[in-house]
């Protein structure tokens, strides 16, 4: 497939979000509902943006060289959002740190897949990070279609999630732009049989490192074993059930013809910019008070 003939909308436009959002403590250790397992999942893959996302722009930017003129404005957009929600995140998980949580254990586990992915040829970290955008891609359609997912989070949280599901949606062909390009002359067989083994790949690593992060978390927490187990379980693949939810997308990444734009979600962007146009500040002080 040439760059010419991508379903990326050309009337698309990434913009870069630069928001900045609280920075005082927590309003509660448990901030998601006073879930035990909700709180740890959100805080263990937070943990994973800061180093991840600046893995992503550096495995983008190495091909940008020759990409189209479109093309090349949308990574240097992507870069800047990726380097906020690294930013944003950061004080996200430091809030966590102080609400008490050893995150330490965690951030090294994210550090040692970067730094062996970092030993791999840069086609393949560009392929990794395309399989990992599609998953945040698909995640954040979700978190924003489903409000339960988010249903009595600390507010302040919530609306940093919403604007990094917002921005996630928002410039999810990038990567798999930048791959279409800097493989175009490889044969089809060849490019999807990479893409598919580095799909796989990363999804393992993916749910094996943030199932034992969330787990380590709950720990922390006092919840452990099978407890521990059927609780993340359950909120993962039954109720709201997420990862049960993503699946059918996630299952798309591999059939011919596959491409993030291929499902126009910006619809879900629209109304996530008139919900921040309408005040969160006063809709929350309306919720607290009911
Ligand atoms: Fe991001
Ligand atoms: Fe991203």
């Given at each position: 497939?040439?760059?010419?003939?991508?379903?990326?909308?050309?009337?698309?436009?990434?913009?870069?979000?630069?928001?900045?959002?609280e920075r005082g403590a927590l309003s509660t250790r448990l901030w998601h509902g006073g879930s035990v397992e909700a709180t740890a999942i959100y805080n263990?893959?937070?943990?994973?943006?800061?180093?991840?996302?600046?893995?992503?722009?550096?495995?983008?930017?190495?091909?940008?060289?020759?990409?189209?003129?479109?093309?090349?404005?949308?990574?240097?957009?992507?870069?800047?959002?990726?380097?906020?929600?690294?930013?944003?995140?950061?004080?996200?998980?430091?809030?966590?740190?102080?609400?008490?949580?050893?995150?330490?254990?965690?951030?090294?586990?994210?550090?040692?897949?970067?730094?062996?992915?970092?030993?791999?040829?840069?086609?393949?970290?560009?392929?990794?990070?395309?399989?990992?955008?599609?998953?945040?891609?698909?995640?954040?359609?979700?978190?924003?279609?489903?409000?339960?997912?988010?249903?009595?989070?600390?507010?302040?949280?919530?609306?940093?999630?919403?604007?990094?599901?917002?921005?996630?949606?928002?410039?999810?062909?990038?990567?798999?732009?930048?791959?279409?390009?800097?493989?175009?002359?490889?044969?089809?067989?060849?490019?999807?049989?990479?893409?598919?083994?580095?799909?796989?790949?990363?999804?393992?690593?993916?749910?094996?490192?943030?199932?034992?992060?969330?787990?380590?978390?709950?720990?922390?927490?006092?919840?452990?074993?099978?407890?521990?187990?059927?609780?993340?379980?359950?909120?993962?693949?039954?109720?709201?059930?997420?990862?049960?939810?993503?699946?059918?997308?996630?299952?798309?990444?591999?059939?011919?013809?596959?491409?993030?734009?291929?499902?126009?979600?910006?619809?879900?962007?629209?109304?996530?910019?008139?919900?921040?146009?309408?005040?969160?500040?006063?809709?929350?002080?309306?919720?607290?008070?009911?």
């Open positions: 497939m040439s760059t010419a003939s991508l379903p990326t909308p050309s009337d698309l436009t990434i913009t870069p979000r630069d928001r900045k959002f263990a893959l937070s943990t994973t943006f800061p180093a991840g996302e600046a893995y992503f722009v550096e495995s983008v930017r190495a091909f940008r060289e020759g990409t189209p003129p479109k093309l090349a404005a949308e990574i240097k957009a992507f870069t800047t959002q990726e380097a906020i929600h690294s930013r944003e995140h950061d004080a996200f998980n430091r809030r966590a740190a102080d609400a008490g949580y050893d995150l330490t254990k965690l951030e090294r586990r994210v550090e040692e897949r970067l730094a062996f992915s970092r030993t791999r040829p840069p086609i393949a970290s560009l392929a990794a990070t395309m399989a990992l955008e599609h998953f945040t891609a698909i995640l954040a359609h979700e978190l924003l279609k489903d409000p339960r997912h988010l249903a009595g989070a600390d507010e302040g949280a919530a609306n940093l999630w919403r604007w990094h599901a917002c921005e996630e949606i928002e410039h999810k062909g990038v990567a798999y732009d930048t791959w279409l390009h800097a493989t175009r002359h490889w044969s089809r067989p060849k490019r999807w049989k990479v893409k598919a083994k580095v799909m796989l790949y990363v999804t393992r690593n993916f749910l094996v490192d943030r199932t034992a992060g969330a787990l380590e978390l709950m720990r922390q927490d006092g919840v452990t074993g099978l407890r521990a187990w059927s609780r993340l379980l359950a909120h993962l693949w039954v109720r709201p059930g997420m990862f049960r939810k993503i699946a059918g997308a996630w299952f798309s990444y591999f059939l011919p013809g596959f491409h993030p734009w291929n499902v126009d979600d910006r619809e879900l962007l629209r109304r996530y910019e008139a919900s921040v146009r309408a005040h969160p500040e006063a809709r929350r002080k309306v919720r607290s008070a009911a």
